[in-house]
């Protein structure tokens, strides 16, 4: 099972990216899909999460500027992200918990997407 995440990139203050992660390899199913951002000097956070039955959350700090969603036919996760800030800059990474079987389960990460605010 693999995780490949992209859609990071250099944005002006105010301006817009959406990340996305797929999922490949050979699985039962999906359940917590996950987004994270590490920035420099700093631990690894969580940014937002959404279940199986598509209920999101999200950490204060981007309450009402980004969005996460998923299309469970592609096994992919979207993050929508509005309204950037300089201190959204960071290394995003997705964390999708796999079952490889109806029974077992394992948390998978992908490999990072810079994001980078700044004017």
């Known amino acids: 099972v693999q995780l490949q995440a992209s859609g990071g990139g250099l944005v002006q203050p105010g301006g817009s990216l959406r990340l996305s992660c797929l999922a490949s390899g050979t699985f039962f199913g999906i359940g917590v899909m996950a987004w994270y951002r590490q920035a420099p000097g700093r631990q690894r956070e969580l940014v937002a999460t959404?279940?199986?039955?598509?209920?999101?959350n999200y950490t204060d700090s981007v309450k009402g500027r980004f969005i996460i969603s998923r299309v469970s036919t592609k096994d992919m996760v979207y993050l929508q992200m509005n309204g950037l800030k300089p201190e959204d800059t960071a290394v995003y990474y997705c964390?999708?918990?796999?079952?490889?079987?109806?029974?077992?389960?394992?948390?998978?990460w992908g490999l990072g997407t810079q994001v980078t605010v700044s004017s």
């Open positions: 964390k999708f918990r796999i079952f490889l079987t109806i029974e077992t389960a394992q948390d998978y």
């Open positions: 959404i279940t199986g039955n598509n209920v999101p």
